[in-house]
Structures are given as structure tokens and as C-alpha cells.
């Protein structure tokens, strides 16, 4: 069950403000595709979108990892995007880097189509050594190692529309 909110409604927000500064900074005189990993980033991605001033186009891609509480260790790109890449600024956006394999592989993907640029937004990313070398260019919040839904990440498609992150605690 749902152990304890890890991460409020308050502090979400209040983040994605600070986040869209930043990438309005960055990003200044240009204009960002965004690419969205469906399904989890959703939330995250038109929050922050929301609140940038910064001109933007959207698209979505969709892979496969996890299943239940734990990754597979397999990658699969379920649906690709619908737009070329080639010449853009292109940020990718993911709800919680864990091992940090999705976002290699989309790197590595995306990173062969000659975009002019190519980053990472994420909301969380887990305190690993495994996902410790990779780069996230606007980060929401370093979190533990535990399993957590709300906000976008769902166990099994539950819980996705829950407004803040929790801990879901498999002995409860
Ligand atoms: P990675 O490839 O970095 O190991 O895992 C990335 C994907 O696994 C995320 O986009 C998300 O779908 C899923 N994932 C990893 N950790 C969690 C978690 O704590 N909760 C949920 N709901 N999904 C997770």
C-alpha cells in the first residue's frame, strides 16, 4: 500500500518553477522540442511546459521496462516519435531515472538522428551507482532507492493521477 508522501503537491510546484527558469535560461533565442516518455513523464512534462516561456513543440515516444515494481532489464521502443529531430533542440523528459537503461538507450537512439542538441529533464532520479554517471541536465529531486508512485508513475497503471510522489511499500 501507499506508505507516506515523499514528495507534496507544494514542493512539486514550487520545483517546476525553479526547473522552468532554468531551462528558460538555457534555452534562451531558441525554440525546444520537447519528447515526452510516455507514460509516466505526462504529469511532469505539462507542468513544467506550462509555466516556460520558452517556445516549444511536443512529441512522444513509448518504451517498455518495467514490469510490476521492478525493471526487466530489457528496452523496447513501443512507439517512436512523429516528428524528424534533425536540427533541434530536443529535451527529453522522464518521470524517475532507476537504473538509468531507458535513458542510455534514447540517448543512444535519439542521439543518431543529428539533433542539434539533445538533454534530459527528470522529475526524480533514484541515488544509485548504477545511473550515477549519467547526465540529467534539469533534475527535480534526488530520492532513495525505493519504489514510488503518484505524480505520473503508477504500479500496474494505478495510482498515476495521485498529485504528489509516495512510497508504496510492498510489506503493507
Ligand atoms: P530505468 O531504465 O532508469 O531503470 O527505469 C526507468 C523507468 O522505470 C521509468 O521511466 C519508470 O517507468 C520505471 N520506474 C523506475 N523506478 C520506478 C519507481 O520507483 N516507480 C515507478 N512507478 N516506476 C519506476
Do not use: C, H
Amino acid at each position: 500500500m501507499i506508505d507516506r508522501t515523499l514528495i507534496s503537491e507544494e514542493r512539486i510546484a514550487a520545483r517546476l518553477d525553479e526547473l522552468a527558469r532554468e531551462i528558460d535560461t538555457a534555452y534562451a533565442g531558441r525554440e525546444i522540442l520537447a519528447v515526452g516518455v510516455l507514460k509516466g513523464s505526462v504529469f511532469f512534462l505539462t507542468d513544467l511546459l506550462k509555466r516556460l516561456s520558452t517556445p516549444v513543440a511536443v512529441d512522444f515516444l513509448q518504451v517498455r521496462s518495467y514490469a510490476g515494481t521492478s525493471s526487466t532489464g530489457n528496452f523496447e521502443l513501443v512507439r517512436d516519435l512523429s516528428s524528424d529531430i534533425a536540427g533541434r533542440d530536443v529535451l527529453i523528459f522522464e518521470d524517475v531515472v532507476d537504473t538509468g537503461l531507458t535513458l542510455r538507450k534514447l540517448l543512444g537512439l535519439l542521439g543518431t538522428r543529428q539533433p542539434r542538441s539533445l538533454k534530459i529533464a527528470a522529475l526524480l532520479k533514484k541515488d544509485l551507482p548504477e545511473n550515477a554517471d549519467l547526465p540529467v541536465d534539469f533534475l527535480g529531486f534526488t530520492i532513495g532507492p525505493e519504489f514510488v508512485v503518484g505524480y505520473g508513475l503508477d504500479l500496474d497503471e494505478k495510482y498515476r493521477n495521485l498529485p504528489f510522489v509516495a512510497i508504496w511499500d510492498p510489506t503493507r
